[in-house]
């Protein structure tokens, strides 16, 4: 997918990288205090969030196990609408029904929205190299297309980067003289002025969605800048580029998604704008495109859905894992090598592009539980997460060492007297060693703690050892 040279791509590197960089550091810092807070209060004052968390789980599960269903109702009545319907089993498969249909109508400028299924499919890159000057019109990609990066999150693509470095990027790309760009305020209106002519002079609109409803065939968009509908509507050409797993039976559900999502992903009560698109303009119409396609993109969804992990096809893209994620706080979401990081990409990236490539992700993680508690899905990422290390154990993928120390520890584990011996003696020898410094710089078989910081000396005794002493001074009840 976008693990940059899967052959030396390594998560640890990259999240060590991160690490040396103490303005960005600072920065995820802040972000993991504050998107937390933005959310707790958004669901607090909502009062209906568990409730509704628990139904939508209830509507996408029965949809994912009735797609037969749903998925021709929906191609029937999006076709009766006037779309196109197409189906991309791969990532090339969309870049390139994508491709034909800008050919088709001699299109060279495309407008595009925020969609990470695109991200997948690296549909900008593939469109370029085909000559098409293709302009990312949501802010925060427009940023990191600037910048030559992919998204950092994948709602606010360019969180990580700052007013000054932003600043930079726009001196740089826009040729507007002299002026000052000092306050946020100032690069919005920038960008809206430059925007403004990609709107007007692209033959082609790209938009991505978060629901498909099988009852009327609209796809259902959520924005806060509204470059979604300006790319819906001022274009001749509409493409609108989703998956499989966003459909949903009707729009009451579409609506339901909505209240979570938003409230999930920023905080909100409300996003600015939630739009509706059934097809191509009609001859009562103001305004709108002469001609729609949707492209739907399987890239192994179908797989997943067949598979233990279908519980990950019910992720509505709001990044409240990302946000409530220790290792993403830390390694930020460049680390994770493919565009969808935290604890989401870490379940999906091995499942749309391979174990192997991707091996790092599932062990990236402290088994904390808040991505689970604050998903709005429901969606059980650390048993996912730990699955996914089972696969990996039994496909022989986790380094020998690992393995080894596993098989060890299984096997110690199955003899609790010895387990128990050998511990408690281990405890002990360190207790003595760490007598006079309370900690060790370097330990053996703890590289990866020590090269980072001191390893405290035990006090005391094992659990164990603790736990039956503390039996002998509780007096029993009973
Ligand atoms: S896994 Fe859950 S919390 Fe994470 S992005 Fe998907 S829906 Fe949101």
Redesign the pocket.
Known sequence: MNAQDPEHYSFIDAAQRALGDPAAVAQRDMLARVTPQLRERAVAGFGEFEALRQHLRRVRQHTLDNLDYYLPRFELEATHNGNRVHYAETARDLNGIVLDICREHGARRVAKGKSMVTEETELTASLEREGLHVVETDLGEYIVQLAGEKPAH?VGPARHKSIAQIRELFLAAHKLGERKLERAEDLVAEARQVMREHFLGAEVGIIGANALIAENGYSMLVTNEGNGDLCASLPKVLIVCTTLDRLLPRATDAAALQRLLVR?ATGQDQTCYTSFYSGPRRAADADGPLETHIVLLDNHRSDILDSDYRDML?????????NHCPIFAAAGGHAYGSVYP???GSVLAPLLDSLETYAELPNACTSCGR?EE????A?P?PDLLRDLRHDQQRAGITPQRWRRGMRLHAWLAGQPRLYHWLTARGIGLLNWLGRRRGAFRRLPFAGGWTGERDFPAPQRGTFMQQYRALQREVPDDE
């Open positions: 994948i999930s019910q992720c509505i893209r709001c990044g409240a894992c990302l935290g604890p989401m991505c604050v998903c709005p899905a969606i990422l």
